[in-house]
């Protein structure tokens, strides 16, 4: 026979789960700040531990969490106020302010998520603030868990969210979602941190394994909510080129976790509810005729999507996409992957000429993908101490042990 009591502790773990994010973001900017607001989401939900058991589920338990973490919050105040004089005044305006407010409204709260992502994504932050901060804030993740992925302490993580809560009080940073004119600015440095979380997730880089998959769903969740938010075509363009990798996320590595290349995986691995999600986004993005390189690079991963073969691969359109994307973003990277995408479709010589003219301008002298790629089409040439050289310069420059065996494993193929 079940428990009543077990059953509602369980329904309130769920409802951490599902809405803990939602919550401190319309407590923060219920109460002002980003301290308060957590003291207040904890005390909120010890409230529903101690009371849900006898009580019963609220109808709404959004709406019960944001009211009891706000008058928990006020409460607090006053009591500090017999230390603290400001305290009571503070507690009085709170109260004023926030009892004309509406906790449980849909509309609000949505806006309320937009806000606080803005916020934790603010310019004036660093961009590893930003991505340790989003990652607490809006993901929820533990300094612990963010230390993890970034190989950072976790005394390293938590200074630095300390400093940006302190950065974003002490220079009064508008807790708001940007005007229309200032938007498109703030919201490339949004996308480039869901990126960049995504990033980490999809190909860690260093560690024991090729990927992170929570830091990859976390990312691919950002980008929905943003899409559902705002529906601007970039937002669509990212959450496509995440949704297209992550479909190839089983069939990345081997069951001992080796990393397998994109032209040697099992396809029938590859997630096809992801990929006609993805594809559509890009389809919609491109509606827009607002193309931007997220979009781009999601067209490029939807040409892959599409090949049942590598042989198949339509590599005129992946070229074709790569030209527009490095006049449109032009970068190192994106022009390492254009020469990769040559190189497929009009042979490696002309591949290896253009990775060359990068590394000969010093450009990605420190990126062991550009070595790897190198020596990839200096082994296809037949040009074997070539192919040891770079391969060897890749494997001193990367810290990823999955990579590291793939790149001995090739250095063994050679032989000598």
């Not at 700040?33 to 529903?48: N, V």
């Not at 992170?212 to 075509?233: F, H, K, M, N």
């Not at 009009?346 to 591949?351: F, K, L, R």
């Not at 192919?387 to 060897?392: F, K, L, N, V």
Request: aromatic fraction near 6%.
């Amino acid at each position: 026979m079940n428990d009543p009591a077990v059953d509602v502790h369980e329904a309130v773990a769920a409802v951490y789960r599902s809405e803990s994010r939602r919550v401190l973001a319309t407590l923060i900017r219920l109460l002002g700040g980003f301290d308060l607001a957590e003291e207040a989401l904890h005390d909120a939900f010890a409230a529903a531990v101690e009371q849900w058991p006898w009580e019963g589920l609220p109808v709404n338990p959004r709406a019960w969490l944001i009211s009891t973490g706000r008058h928990k919050a006020i409460d607090a105040m006053r009591r500090r106020a017999r230390f603290d004089v400001s305290q009571a005044e503070l507690a009085e305006r709170l109260e004023a302010e926030t009892s004309r407010a509406r906790p449980g409204d849909a509309e609000e709260i949505v806006d309320d998520q937009l806000r606080l992502i803005f916020t934790c994504c603010h310019p004036v932050l660093s961009p590893d603030v930003q991505v340790a901060l989003t990652l607490r804030e809006v993901c929820g993740l533990t300094t612990e868990e963010i230390a993890r992925a970034f190989l950072a302490a976790p005394r390293t993580i938590a200074q630095r969210i300390v400093r940006a809560k302190a950065k974003i009080r002490d220079a009064s940073i508008p807790y708001e979602v940007p005007s229309r004119p200032e938007l498109p600015e703030r919201l490339d440095t949004v996308l480039h941190v869901i990126y960049l979380v995504f990033n980490e997730g999809y190909a860690a880089s260093s560690g024991q394994s090729l990927t992170r998959p929570d830091l990859s769903r976390e990312a691919i969740r950002l980008g929905r909510l943003l899409v559902e938010l705002l529906q601007e075509p970039e937002a669509l363009g990212l959450l496509a080129l995440m949704l297209l990798h992550e479909a190839r996320r089983t069939a990345r590595t081997s069951p001992t976790g080796e990393l397998i290349l994109l032209d040697e995986q099992d396809r029938s691995l590859w997630d096809r509810g992801q990929i006609a999600e993805g594809s559509a986004l890009v389809d919609q993005a491109f509606a827009s005729r607002r193309i931007g390189p997220y979009t781009l690079q999601a067209a490029v991963a939807a040409v892959h999507a599409e090949a049942p073969v590598a042989a198949a691969t339509d590599w005129n359109r992946i070229v074709g996409f790569y030209d527009v994307l490095v006049r449109a973003e032009p970068s190192p990277i994106v022009e390492l992957n254009r020469a990769a995408a040559l190189a497929m479709r009009d042979g490696p010589a002309a591949g290896l000429a253009l990775i060359d003219q990068i590394l000969g301008r010093g450009d990605l002298a420190d990126y062991p993908l550009a070595h790897s790629a190198r020596a990839d089409l200096c082994r296809r040439l037949g040009k074997i101490a070539d192919a040891r050289a770079s391969y060897e310069r890749a494997l001193d420059l990367t810290r990823q042990e999955p990579q590291r065996r793939f790149l001995e494993r090739r250095l063994a193929e050679l032989g000598g």
